[in-house]
């Protein structure tokens, strides 16, 4: 894996600033947004495809909608039981508020009160640990949705878990350095906004731009190295073009 090819490929793109530019102002719109995620499996599909290491254009721009817009529609089922979990504590919440204004039933109220708390912070542990499955699984999702570009492949879990025990190396390469990408690149834009960040008007409108061209710089860098993972995993294969 190029490691070092991820992190500087956007910039080799003779275009870059009109292509990030305005991928970063659909990623601040709501619902045209879902685009910004299609756009990141195109990245995908580009490397997978080895179409060379530029950007993605933005001349489909309905195609990448409906791809985000399907994505999203997998990351609903898939969040789907966290959503219905967290019901459960509500409906106790509830209960116990009826039953504490009840003075016969205060005890149970009291007690229904006290499982509250318990089953919020069980939950919460739950959710944290499917909340870093899911980040582990949803990259190889994207590789496999780029590759086959349909709703029933977001669903392929035996295969995405081939994928990764597979090429293991790869993927965690891909899923370590992704994450020092936003990590870094986060921790460098928040110090620059503390040294601009007091200069009014100015100040804000420079830390809003750098904080969106952050998010969508580590997004591309991140698209790039599952790329090339997804190039690994399906050496050979042929994949739908990219847009």
């Known amino acids: ?88 504590p509500l409906g106790l919440i509830a209960s116990s508020g009826l039953i504490s204004g009840n003075s016969d039933m205060q005890d149970i109220g009291r007690i229904l009160t006290e499982a509250e708390g318990v089953l919020f912070y069980c939950l919460l542990c739950v ?43 790869g993927f965690f390469t891909a899923w370590v350095l992704s994450l020092a990408a936003t990590i870094g690149t986060g921790l460098l834009i928040g110090f620059i906004n503390l040294v601009v960040g007091w200069i009014p008007c100015i100040g804000w409108i420079v830390g809003l731009v750098l904080t969106l061209a952050s998010g969508v710089y580590s997004t591309a860098v991140y698209a790039h190295l599952f790329g090339q993972f997804g190039r690994a995993a399906f050496a050979g294969d042929q994949l739908i073009p990219a847009g």
């Open 127 to 169: 959710f944290i640990l499917y909340a870093l499955v899911l980040s582990i699984i949803y990259p190889v999702i994207l590789v496999s949705f780029a590759r086959e570009g349909t709703f029933a492949s977001c669903f392929k879990l035996r295969q995405a878990l081939d994928m990764i025990r597979n090429n293991t190396t």
């Open 1 to 88: 894996m190029d490691a070092a090819k991820s992190f500087s490929f956007p910039f080799e793109d003779p275009d870059w600033l009109s292509k990030l530019g305005l991928g970063a102002l659909i990623s601040m719109i709501p619902i045209l947004n879902f685009a910004w995620t299609g756009y990141l499996v195109d990245i995908i599909r580009s490397v997978m495809n080895n179409d060379g290491d530029v950007l993605s254009t933005w001349d489909d721009l309905g195609k990448k909608f409906n791809e985000g817009l399907i994505l999203f529609g997998a990351w609903i089922v898939y969040a789907s039981p966290i959503l219905i979990a967290f019901c459960l």
